[in-house]
């Protein structure tokens, strides 16, 4: 191999080493990364299953089972974060596959991700347990 291409894959898997333990220590966050065609390219986190949203990664916005208003409601929200806005919603419990086991939905927070572009790449779902004090 390259030596340039291991450097880089060396970094590449260090940094998903940091994120993934970043994750572990926060055990009331899921985070997913989407990009502009609505793909869900990563996700992580020990909430994450708790959310009901583990099973996306690897899918598109309108292939994972949603309701299509809601797909539509959610494609809304992440046209406006791919367009660099910055968003904290609160989703109601009968919209949301990802309520809390206690009934209530999660907090949601979408982050545009620019990479380096002027315009952003990606977008970054944060979900957080309401409950969670530290969140």
Avoid at 3 to 16: E, Y
Avoid at 47 to 65: M, Q, R
Avoid at 66 to 78: H, K, M, Q, V
């Amino acid at each position: 191999m390259n030596k340039a291409i291991k450097q880089i894959s060396d970094a590449v898997v260090s940094h998903v080493q940091i994120l993934e333990a970043i994750l572990k220590a926060v055990p009331h966050i899921g985070l997913i990364v989407f990009d502009k065609n609505y793909n869900y390219v990563f996700g992580g986190g020990a909430a994450l299953p708790e959310t009901g949203w583990n099973h996306v990664i690897g899918s598109n916005l309108y292939n994972i089972g949603l309701d299509s208003g809601y797909a539509a409601y959610l494609e809304t929200l992440y046209s406006q974060c791919l367009n660099g806005k910055e968003l904290k919603v609160t989703l109601p419990a009968t919209a949301m596959s990802d309520t809390h086991p206690h009934g209530y939905p999660w907090n949601t927070r979408l982050i545009p991700i620019y990479n380096g572009a002027s315009k952003p790449k990606m977008g970054l779902i944060v979900l957080t347990d309401p409950a969670c004090d530290i969140c």
